[in-house]
């Protein structure tokens, strides 16, 4: 599985962005898929989670409220609407797919730049 994530960029503070996960290849509903962020000059954080299905989802204390995590697995693709941003939401975003909660993170996106201006 390859992972390409998009839809970052540059954006005040309070508004919006949508990024996605493009999967290739086969299997995609078989994963968990999970967004992280790294801040510059910080270690990666975990930001949200969802099940195979999309009918369960995870949110760092941080985001909760903030960020919705979804999926489609018809175009094997992980979405995170991102509302109400704040200057310190400012990350690479990546996606990253595991089998199960606690096994490692099989595949990772290369990321996507959010920067968020006060």
């Known amino acids: 599985v390859q992972l390409q994530a998009s839809g970052g960029g540059l954006v005040q503070a309070g508004g919006s962005l949508r990024l996605s996960c493009a999967a290739s290849g086969r299997s995609f509903s078989n994963y968990i898929m999970n967004w992280f962020r790294q801040a510059p000059g910080k270690e990666r954080e975990f930001v949200a989670a969802?099940?195979?299905?999309?009918?369960?989802?995870y949110y760092a204390d941080s985001v909760k409220d903030r960020l919705t995590i979804s999926r489609d697995n018809s175009k094997n693709t992980v979405y995170l609407q991102m509302n109400s941003l704040k200057p310190e939401d400012t990350a690479v975003y990546y996606c990253?797919?595991?089998?199960?909660?606690?096994?490692?993170?099989?595949?990772w996106g290369q990321g996507t730049l959010v920067t968020v201006s006060s």
């Open positions: 990253a797919a595991q089998v199960a909660i606690g096994k490692p993170f099989d595949y």
């Open positions: 969802i099940n195979l299905s999309g009918g369960s989802t």
